[in-house]
């Protein structure tokens, strides 16, 4: 796979809040069903009171060869050495199977610009001077980015990138940014729900967040959409684009255009799912559809 030789995340993998709403016992059964199932990788976000590297170090301590991704570790939520270091101890313990993704958040430094933050806080992580073991694989590192200044760094100073919410004409943008060999790792929502009115009534409810702070707002812009597909909880053409919607084979279909459009890797975030409950009903039929088969399976 290009830009991280070495870990092989397939070519589909698993994004969920899921685990935020679960007991330690729930997640992992969950975790060690969808490496059962055959998905190569799982993403987990830091956001609802989960910290990213133990929560990282758990998934992948209840597995025996799934490929645990943070999909963001926020670079405000821990001093850029203590990052490097849990990461470092997890590349030892679990070479080849953890990538540290690195976003802009976690408590706001006013006046700082997200491109000097993620810059600055890289390099304060390559002044590490470790005392610690050296890991017996590579410590993997990408970055969230969006806009073209952000995918330069994650070209210039990482694996490559990971794309949230994002259509296949950015994809397409995304790789010509990075290049032909850093890794591009895209994360897409899909919902399994045929009816056109209740679909983009649930997509635009999953929506909303993204439709009202000020990046999402830039990226949905420099794509080129209207401010009148914007407001007013998103246009169709703005919804169907960002959240797949339909049966099983229009959702796999509309995924493998983030292929063709030069991902490396996509990454499923199944909604329409209430919290407490588990997606493993959807992620399931996905692995059918996605997955290669496997022998005696």
Do not use: C
């Amino acid at each position: 796979m290009s830009g991280m030789p070495g870990i092989d995340l397939g070519t589909f993998g698993i994004y969920t809040f899921d685990f935020e709403h679960q007991p330690a016992a729930l997640v992992r059964e969950s975790v060690q069903e969808l490496e059962e199932l055959g998905w190569p990788a799982v993403w987990v976000p830091e956001l609802l009171g989960r910290e990213a590297l133990t929560h990282a170090g758990y998934l992948l301590a209840s597995t025996r060869g799934l490929r645990v991704v943070n999909g963001v570790a926020r670079i405000w939520s821990r001093g850029a050495r203590w990052t490097y270091g849990a990461a470092a101890l997890l590349a030892d313990a679990y070479p080849d199977r953890h990538v540290l993704g690195l976003g802009f958040g976690g408590q706001p430094q006013p006046g700082t610009k997200p491109l000097a933050a993620m810059a600055g806080y890289l390099d304060e992580m390559d002044a590490v001077d470790p005392v610690n073991p050296a890991p017996r694989a590579p410590m993997r590192r990408i970055l969230a980015a969006y806009g073209p200044k952000m995918l330069e760094l994650a070209r210039d100073r990482a694996a490559g990138a990971q794309t949230y919410h994002v259509n296949v004409a950015h994809t397409e943008q995304a790789r010509r940014i990075l290049g032909p060999e850093p890794f591009l790792a895209v994360e897409h929502p899909v919902l399994f729900e045929s009816d056109p009115a209740k679909a983009r009534a649930v997509a635009r409810e999953h929506l909303h967040r993204y439709l009202s702070t000020p990046y999402n707002l830039a990226k949905f812009r420099r794509l080129g959409y209207s401010e009148e597909e914007i407001s007013g909880g998103g246009g169709d053409r703005l919804v169907d684009d960002f959240v797949f919607w339909g049966d099983l084979d229009t959702i796999a279909r509309k995924l493998h255009g983030h292929l063709d459009a030069g991902a490396d890797h996509v990454t499923v975030q199944v909604i329409g799912v209430r919290p407490g409950e588990s997606a493993m009903p959807y992620w399931r039929r996905l692995a059918g559809a996605l997955l290669p088969r496997r022998a005696g399976g």
